[in-house]
């Protein structure tokens, strides 16, 4: 197995990086903040960006935690990738990291300042410090189920060396985790029941939303709906029509997990 190094300081653009220089470099496997990815999918570990604090998230992404480290080496037993790119922010970090999941040392080390212009550099960092954004190289969609009640942002990117007849498109994801400087998210159950209350009362059939009941849970809700529907309606239909798009656009609006989605038909009319 061959490691390759991407080195630079927090916030100079290594994550949104890596994808480009590991198929410039044949690589499929990549170590980024405490996760394993392959071929742009997460296979394995825990992403540094769910800590709280950025000491936690230092910790995380070094593979301290000795159960996460064991996590991610038996993938990579199990995978025996021929290469592996791995990212820190310094060299000493690719140290920690390497020595944490039992790799070889680097036979490459690339350094941000080798890839990437002072002028991107600067607006990768202003992005991280104005904006708090951070870039995962997993598609969106497999974060959604590891950052619920997070914003999740997805980040289109085009791959394509000279005598590839056509580029590859794929997908990157932008996030701000708790432990930048821009505060923390907080979404209050009035909010959840005002837009499953504006979501529902537009669905056809229903005429009124009596009440909502959201419980709000660690990690996502459960809403509960009380309704009026047109007398002249397939029930069965209205409610699945109702479950679907409340899961859909809650989800998509806030982030959280909907758990669950209950309806109770109080009256009919005419």
């Known amino acids: ?75 990579l ?10 990212l820190g922010t310094s060299l000493h970090m690719v140290e920690h990291i390497t020595s944490a999941l039992e790799l070889p040392k680097p036979v490459q080390i690339i350094q941000i300042e080798d890839i990437a212009t002072e002028r991107e550099m600067n607006m990768a960092r202003e992005l991280r410090v104005s904006h708090g954004m951070h870039v995962i190289p997993v598609p969106t969609i497999e974060l959604k189920a590891d950052f619920p009640g997070y914003l999740v942002d997805p980040l289109k990117y085009f791959l394509k060396k000279k005598n590839e007849p056509r580029q590859q498109m794929g997908e990157k994801s932008i996030i701000r985790p708790k432990f930048s400087l821009m505060g923390k998210l907080l979404i209050s159950e009035y909010a959840i029941t005002q837009i499953v209350s504006y979501l529902v009362v537009r669905i056809s059939g229903i005429t009124k939303v009596n009440r909502v009941i959201v419980n709000m849970q660690e990690e996502g809700v459960t809403v509960r709906l009380e309704v009026t529907a047109s007398y002249n309606q397939f029930l069965p239909d209205v409610a699945k029509e109702v479950k679907a798009n409340v899961k859909q656009q809650v989800e998509a609006l806030t982030g959280l997990i909907v758990y669950g989605v209950h309806i109770l038909f109080k009256s009919l009319e005419y």
């Not at 197995?1 to 949104?16: C, D, I, P, Q």
């Not at 037993?77 to 791995?86: D, F, G, H, I, W």
């Open 1 to 75: 197995m061959e490691v390759y190094a991407l080195v630079g300081r927090s916030g100079t653009g290594k994550s949104h990086r890596a994808i480009t220089v590991a198929y410039e470099n044949g690589i499929d496997t990549v170590i980024d903040d405490g996760l394993l990815i392959k071929d742009g999918c997460k296979v394995a570990g825990k992403s540094a960006k769910r800590e709280a604090t950025t000491f936690a998230a230092v910790k995380r992404a070094i593979f301290h935690d000795s159960e996460h480290a064991r996590e991610v080496k038996n993938c």
């Open 77 to 86: 037993a199990e995978m025996q990738p021929a290469k592996v790119l791995v």
